[in-house]
């Protein structure tokens, strides 16, 4: 069971990890890559084959780290591990929830 707890917790740090170097290199993409912003051709790659797949990645271990921690919420008595595990995974989890009502909600 302690293997179990080590595991999710890399997963939730990794998940929070990338989703932060992601934001990071998305806002200094001009600086770091050149990338300028309302050039389409080059933010639709960026956006498309590093961006996306970085978020994707970041949202599927959220996810996971969600539900493990649900499925042994009983086993895993530390109340303080459950609330760090899920604090690490839900910014991801909120951004892509905002996204979504952002594009639904567009008149």
Do not use: C
């Amino acid at each position: 069971m302690h293997k179990k707890l080590k595991w999710t917790f890399r997963m939730a740090l990794g998940s929070f990890t990338l989703l932060m170097i992601a934001l990071l290199i998305n806002y200094f993409r001009e600086p770091l890559l050149g990338i300028k912003e309302g050039y389409a051709p080059h933010n639709f790659s960026f956006n498309f084959l590093f961006f996306l797949p970085a978020i994707l990645t970041s949202l599927g271990l959220a996810i996971a780290v969600v539900g493990r921690t649900i499925k042994h919420w009983k086993k895993w008595g530390d109340l303080n591990r459950k609330l760090l595990f899920f604090g690490l995974s839900s910014p991801v989890i909120l951004l892509v929830a905002f996204q979504i009502i952002r594009i639904l909600t567009i008149e």
